[in-house]
């Protein structure tokens, strides 16, 4: 599990900042500046709906994050 401050949204870690989501970045600062933060959508915590960005820099980290995680298997 990521670090304090990070929260799983449909499966995909991200920190929340107010109701927007940026993609969790390890060794990033939680208060980095916008201009180094990926924005994947926004949230809201009442209804507990994501709205996912439909960016080429969001598909982009999605791609590489899915492409990062292994499969886990018994043996």
Not at 13 to 41: C, W
Request: glycine share 8%; proline share 9%; no cysteine.
């Amino acid at each position: 599990m990521p670090n304090h401050g990070v929260e799983l949204i449909d499966g995909i870690p991200v920190t929340l900042k107010g109701n927007e989501m940026y993609a969790f970045q390890p060794g990033q600062h939680p208060d980095a500046p916008p201009s180094k933060r990926i924005k994947l959508g926004t949230y809201d915590t009442t209804t507990k709906r994501a709205l996912w960005d439909n960016t080429e820099e969001m598909k982009k980290w999605i791609e590489e994050y899915q492409a990062g995680l292994a499969p886990r298997s018994r043996k």
